[in-house]
């Protein structure tokens, strides 16, 4: 069945710092992936997406990904991050399960220190 | 152009009423999907309406139940309310059937006392 795992539950970083958070997903095919950020009592705001070409995606808010097939990775990068960036991230998968629905990892918290 | 919108913003019932949410989907699109955000138990798909038809459903009980309208907005009923059900719920709007990015509405947040 298909997964993603985002190991980091909770990371703080300083302003002005670089940022990786973590996903790795468990996929039959060459998956379609997806990072979307919520602010909190808020929807779900898409920062990037992979579906094939380049494996190095840019995003909004000068976020970045790269899609590792042989690690199983799509990791979300940030080379300075800023206060606003505090949220919660989410990687997903898709599509999955016999229709065209995302699976999502559990979500990393991102805590950023002035 | 406007993107996917909810209402409502938040709603308080009690356990045993019935609820319905909606969802007007970005112009174009004719996929809805349907998630719940429960604490602690992550983002579940519940529902997927495509071209007006249930196309898949996720792990819920048939209390959960919905339907899209011939504009694509989409409607989401729960029955019998549980106090389990309190949680977020996120629609999602898609521009085609396959091979295409979901964005998401700011959310239903339902509070069953």
């Known amino acids: 069945a298909q997964s993603v795992t985002q190991p980091d539950i909770h990371i703080t970083v300083s302003e002005g710092a670089s940022l990786e958070l973590r996903c790795n997903y468990s996929?039959?095919?060459?998956?379609?992936l997806f990072w979307y950020v919520q602010s909190p009592g808020q929807g779900l705001q898409l920062l990037l997406k992979?579906?094939?070409?380049?494996?190095l995606v840019q995003g909004i808010k000068g976020f970045e990904a790269e899609f590792k097939r042989s690690q199983s990775s799509f990791n979300l990068r940030k080379p300075s991050v800023h206060w606003s960036d505090a949220a919660e991230y989410f990687c997903?998968?898709?599509?999955?399960?016999?229709?065209?629905?995302?699976?999502f990892g559990t979500g990393t918290q991102l805590k950023v220190e002035l | 152009e406007a993107g996917v919108t909810q209402s409502p913003t938040h709603l308080i019932k009690t356990r045993g009423q019935q609820v319905t949410l909606r969802c007007s989907p970005i112009?174009?699109?004719?996929?809805v999907y349907w998630y719940q955000q429960a604490l602690g138990l992550g983002l579940q798909f519940l529902l997927w309406?495509?071209?007006?038809?249930?196309?898949n459903r996720g792990n819920f009980p048939p209390r959960f139940s919905g339907r899209q309208f011939p504009n694509y907005s989409s409607e989401l009923n729960v029955n019998a309310l549980e106090l389990e059900d309190s949680a977020l719920y996120l629609c999602?709007?898609?521009?085609?059937?396959?091979?295409?990015?979901?964005?998401f509405g700011p959310g239903t947040r339902l509070l069953v006392l």
């Open positions: 997903a998968v898709g599509p999955t399960g016999g229709g065209n629905k995302l699976t």
């Open positions: 996929y039959g095919a060459t998956p379609y």
């Open positions: 309406y495509d071209e007006g038809e249930e196309r």
């Open positions: 992979y579906f094939s070409g380049d494996t």
């Open positions: 999602a709007s898609q521009r085609q059937r396959y091979q295409e990015t979901q964005y």
């Open positions: 112009s174009g699109h004719t996929s």
